[in-house]
């Protein structure tokens, strides 16, 4: 620790003992953790600052490598993880973020029904759900509990949910369905834009919910739609995507390639579509949980491994019951 705005250290003589079986060993004292180099102390004082700052500028202000603290942060972490029993998982939630701008991607595990996050794996896809499907044997569980598993519509997701999780119910959340449609809708008001049959303002008249739309925009939405009925059906199709079963028929006859291709897609998943209408279980979650991550990507701003950025993720958004240092009285 410093004190007085000085650098300070203790200094102790710890008693060493050879053992015939296990040779030369220090003797455990009451005020460091074996291999640590800091005192608990320390410890708990590193833990309390990683809360509200990043590690780079935790490492300035302790006047310490960065790598130690990251020590000291990766030990708090891995200890409580291990503790985790995951035998009462049932349905997860699996998405992706970013490890770094334009670098590889991150696929987050969370348990649907506790909020809590529970895995990070480099890329996304089939190995980011092998390497899940492994993981949970070591914190007491079996690929075979998992009931169902939300995530978006990623061939490589779809591919290692079948082969790691064969008795889960895939989930496809309904959210990236609406964007689809509403680029389809893009698609087709373009076609007009390159004709320049479309007056100013039409964009954002097309686009969205009719009832978050301003009443002039309402006005040009239905002149546009009146004018030109390829437009009306984008127009119609898209509001009335919800009604799944007379909806994909309807697609097929519009004429409009951009709704014939999206029919094709849905109706390639329509199972898992289906299956979330029915339990209505979303990734919203995992995108607060994503907003974590980002904040932990601040904290380990600079990092060198996935390793640091794992920590700093369990950390902000794990739920762990970390441990501090329990202080010699």
């Known amino acids: 620790m410093n004190f007085w705005q000085y650098r300070t250290e203790w200094l102790a003589r710890v008693p060493r003992i050879d053992c015939p079986e296990h040779g030369v060993r220090l003797v455990e004292v ?5 291999g ?3 005192t608990l102390m320390r410890e708990a004082v590193i833990l309390m600052l990683s809360r509200e700052m990043s590690v780079s500028a935790m490492a300035e202000m302790l006047k310490e490598q960065d790598t130690r603290l990251w020590r000291v942060l990766g030990h708090s972490v891995e200890k ?3 503790r985790e029993d995951w035998g009462e998982v049932k349905k997860i939630l699996v ?3 970013r490890s770094k701008r334009g670098h590889r991607s991150v696929t987050v595990v969370t348990d ?8 990070l794996a480099e890329g996304r896809g089939k190995e980011a759900l092998e390497a899940f499907a492994k993981e949970m044997k070591e914190q007491n569980a079996d690929p075979g509990q998992i009931e169902a598993i939300c995530m978006d519509m990623s061939p490589s997701y779809i591919s290692g949910a079948r082969e790691f999780f064969p008795k889960a119910e895939r989930i496809f959340d309904h959210f990236p369905v609406m964007p689809m449609a509403g680029e389809a809708v893009d698609q087709v008001r373009k076609e007009f834009g390159r004709q320049g049959l479309l007056p100013k303002g039409s964009l ?3 686009r969205g919910n009719e009832w978050t739309r301003s009443e002039e925009q309402k006005g040009l939405r239905s002149s546009l739609c009146a004018a030109d009925p390829r437009l009306g059906r984008a127009i119609g199709l898209r509001e009335a995507l919800q009604e799944l079963r007379w909806w994909l028929p309807w697609a097929d006859r519009s004429r409009l390639a951009p709704f014939r291709r999206l029919s094709k897609t849905i109706k390639e998943h329509l199972g898992g579509i289906i299956a979330f209408l029915q339990s209505r279980i979303t990734n919203g979650t995992i995108e607060a949980i994503n907003g974590l991550i980002q904040l932990a990507k601040r904290m380990a701003r600079g990092f060198r491994s996935f390793r640091y950025l794992r920590i700093a993720a369990f950390l902000k958004a794990g739920k762990l019951r970390l ?5 010699p009285t």
Not at 30 to 34: G, K
Not at 112 to 119: I, M, P
Not at 323 to 327: I, K, Q
């Open 80 to 82: 409580p993880y291990r």
């Open 323 to 327: 441990d501090l240092p329990a202080l």
């Open 36 to 38: 640590s180099g800091f």
């Open 95 to 97: 998405d992706e973020t």
């Open 204 to 206: 954002w008249a097309l």
């Open 30 to 34: 009451p005020w460091a953790r074996a």
């Open 112 to 119: 649907a029904e506790s909020r809590k996050l529970l895995f």
